[in-house]
Each structure stands twice: as structure tokens, then as C-alpha cells.
């Protein structure tokens, strides 16, 4: 009887040490790629202003005569980020053909703007040329060269609404000296004959 327990025990002993291991604690999820910095970010040390107007004038423009810029913007803030750039916030820019007209009204959330090079409008931007408007991601608009007309442009996707036209394209560029726009890819309707209005 004896010698039965004792084979028993030795038994339950040997069952006891072959269960399996405790599983090991999950290893941790290795951590997320880190977002690229946004390049419209306002830094944290940035001069913050508000009320400020910001302009680029033709390269042409006579000596002494008093004239409406090419390009003007104006943002409820703005910040420096260094020699002669500024990024804003809330902005209604204005784009002037020749003739000096209000040609291109350009509302923005945000953007930068680099002193006599380039300004780009982003995030729910909105644009008002004549009858139309557009809805688009964003939109630069890049001094020109010498005499070179101005042009603003897009490689986002573009919604034109307009009195004879609802289009969508793929990129976008206006010329408001030529008054003309020029779409790329572009689906939709135009009406055009004696029922267009």
C-alpha cells in the first residue's frame, strides 16, 4: 500500500512538473511613426501680430506713382518665422489684374506668406473670381519673373461652381491679367447656348 503512494505522489509530482510555462506578458506595441512637423505651424517662440497687411507689387510699377499691389493679404493673426516670412491665420487675400481692378478674392484658414516671393493659402480655401467659386485645398500664388504675368495655382482637388458651369478638376491655374482659368481633369457639367443664364 505503501509503496503505491509513494508512486502516486511521485506520479502527481512528475504530471506537476511538466505543465506548461505561464505565457510570457505581450511584448509592447513599438510606438507610432512620429507626424512630419507641419511647415505652417506657428512655432512656440514666434512674434504673434494681428491686423497686419502683407503685399507684393509688380516689378514694373512706376517710380512715385501710387498703385494697388499685384497681391495683398490680410489675416486676423500673423507670426514671424524669420527674415521676411509670416504665417497667419483667418485671411482674406486679394489678387489685382492689370487695371488695377479687385479681380481674385481668397479666403483662407491659414498660410504663409515669404516677403516679395510667394504666399500659399490653405485649408478651406475658397476663391471668388467674377461669378465663380471655387473650393479647394490650397493655392499658391508665386511673384512672377520680370514682366511675366502672375498666375495663381493648385494641384489639389478644385469644385467650381459658377451660373453656367459645376465642374471638378484636378488642378487649377488663374491669370487675372488674361482674365482666364485653366482646369485639369475635369468632370462635370457646363451650359452654354441661349438656356445658359
Known amino acids: 500500500m505503501r509503496s503505491r503512494s509513494l508512486c502516486l505522489v511521485a506520479a502527481l509530482l512528475a504530471a506537476a512538473g511538466c505543465t506548461a510555462p505561464a505565457p510570457a506578458p505581450p511584448a509592447a506595441a513599438p510606438p507610432a511613426p512620429a507626424a512630419p512637423p507641419d511647415p505652417y505651424a506657428q512655432s ?17 510699377q512706376a517710380e512715385g506713382v501710387a498703385q494697388k499691389p499685384e ?63 471655387l473650393k479647394l485645398a490650397d493655392i499658391v500664388w508665386e511673384k512672377p519673373e520680370g514682366e511675366s504675368a502672375g498666375e495663381a495655382r493648385s494641384d489639389s482637388h478644385v469644385a467650381v461652381d459658377g451660373p453656367e458651369m459645376q465642374v471638378e478638376a484636378r488642378a487649377l491655374r488663374l491669370r487675372p491679367d488674361a482674365k482666364e482659368f485653366e482646369l485639369t481633369g475635369v468632370t462635370g457639367t457646363v451650359r452654354f447656348g441661349k438656356d445658359a443664364t
Do not use: C
Open 44 to 60: 512656440p517662440d514666434a512674434l504673434v501680430m494681428t491686423g497686419i497687411n502683407l503685399y507684393m507689387h509688380r516689378a514694373r
Open 71 to 133: 497681391f495683398w493679404v490680410h489675416a486676423n493673426a500673423f507670426s514671424m518665422q524669420g527674415d521676411n516670412v509670416y504665417k497667419f491665420e483667418n485671411a482674406r487675400a486679394v489678387i489685382y489684374g492689370e487695371g488695377e481692378q479687385e479681380t481674385i478674392v481668397i479666403e483662407s484658414l491659414r498660410g504663409q506668406f515669404e516677403q516679395d516671393r510667394r504666399a500659399v493659402l490653405q485649408d478651406e480655401v475658397t476663391v471668388h473670381a467674377g461669378a465663380m467659386t
